[in-house]
């Protein structure tokens, strides 16, 4: 739990009704993919697995350190609908700090600066 503003923020995330993201967060593969209908919670279940995989990393200094792609065909399908979800589930100010960077350059949209907890 974190908070912003002073109010609490709860996230739960539950694989109850999506086995296909259940075996996908599962498995060990170094790379995978993940694929289905438009509303499926794909986006959602990729940003509890980068936090579960991010929790993973051995602390050094303090610090667990890890890197990741979140790949959409288009700029504005990023924008739109998996950064929107990303900073659902990790608030801006409240777990990370995240810079803004132009996205019509060669430059990643979202760099995370610090991350607390």
């Not at 995978?32 to 509303?39: K, S, Y």
């Not at 991010?54 to 790949?71: E, H, M, N, S, W």
């Not at 100010?93 to 350059?105: D, H, I, K, L």
Request: overall charge positive; charged content about 25%.
């Amino acid at each position: 739990m974190a908070e912003a503003s002073g109010q609490e923020i709860v996230r739960q995330y539950s694989y109850d009704s999506v086995p296909t993201i259940k075996r996908f967060s599962q498995s060990r593969a170094f790379i995978r993919g993940l694929m289905g209908p438009f509303g499926s919670g794909k986006s959602s279940g990729c940003v509890i697995e980068l936090v579960r995989l991010a929790k993973r990393q051995l602390l050094v200094d303090g610090k667990r350190r890890a890197r990741f792609a979140c790949i959409r065909n288009t700029y504005g399908r990023l924008a739109d609908t998996t950064i929107k979800t990303f900073l659902h589930w990790l608030p801006d100010g409240v777990f990370s700090t995240y810079a803004e960077v132009n996205a019509y350059r060669a430059e990643p949209v979202r760099r995370v600066q610090t991350i607390s907890r």
